[in-house]
C-alpha cells in the first residue's frame, strides 16, 4: 500500500490505526482531516479539545459600549466536531474501523464485505449495511 510520500505495509497500517493520535496525525497529513479550523464568533483559530473531539472556541471579548465609556467581557463559546464534514462525521463505526474496511476493500478481491466483516468482527446487521454502502459509494474502485 502506498499513496505519494510514504509507503505502508498492510500490518503497519492496521497497526497505526489502532493509535488515536497516530491515526489523527496521518489523516490530516493527507488531509482528510483538518488540523485547524477558525471560530465562527472570532475568526480566531480553534484550540482542540481532545476529550471531547471538538474545535473550541471560549475566548473573552471586551466590547466598547455607551459612546466607549463601558467596557463589557463576554465569554463566547464556539464548537465543532473535529471530523465535521468528513466520512467519519456521524459514523457507526470507529475511525480506527472505516480505515481498516478502506485498506481491506482496497487489498481483497471482490466479493469482500463478508470477508472484511468477519476479519473486523463486524456483526451480521451493520455488515449488511456495509455491503449496501460500499456497492453505492466505492462501485467506482472495482
Ligand atoms: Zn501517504
Ligand atoms: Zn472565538
Not at 5 to 27: Q, S, Y
Amino acid at each position: 500500500m502506498s499513496c505519494r510520500g510514504c509507503v505502508w505495509t498492510m500490518t503497519d497500517f492496521a497497526v497505526m490505526t489502532a493509535n488515536e493520535d497516530k491515526l489523527r496525525h496521518f489523516l490530516v497529513a493527507h488531509h482528510v482531516l483538518a488540523d485547524v479550523y477558525y471560530c465562527d464568533q472570532c475568526h480566531m483559530e480553534c484550540r482542540i479539545d481532545k476529550n471531547r473531539k471538538l474545535f473550541r472556541c471560549d475566548r473573552r471579548e471586551t466590547v466598547k459600549v455607551h459612546g466607549g465609556r463601558t467596557k463589557v467581557t463576554k465569554r463566547h463559546s464556539f464548537s465543532k466536531s473535529l471530523v465535521a464534514g468528513t466520512w467519519f462525521d456521524k459514523q457507526k463505526f470507529s475511525q480506527t474501523t472505516i480505515c481498516r474496511i478502506c485498506s481491506l476493500w482496497l487489498i481483497l478481491p471482490h466479493p469482500r464485505t463478508v470477508l472484511i466483516c468477519r476479519e473486523l468482527s463486524i456483526g451480521k446487521k451493520k455488515c449488511d449495511r456495509l455491503e449496501f454502502i460500499l456497492s453505492g459509494s466505492l462501485s467506482i474502485l472495482d
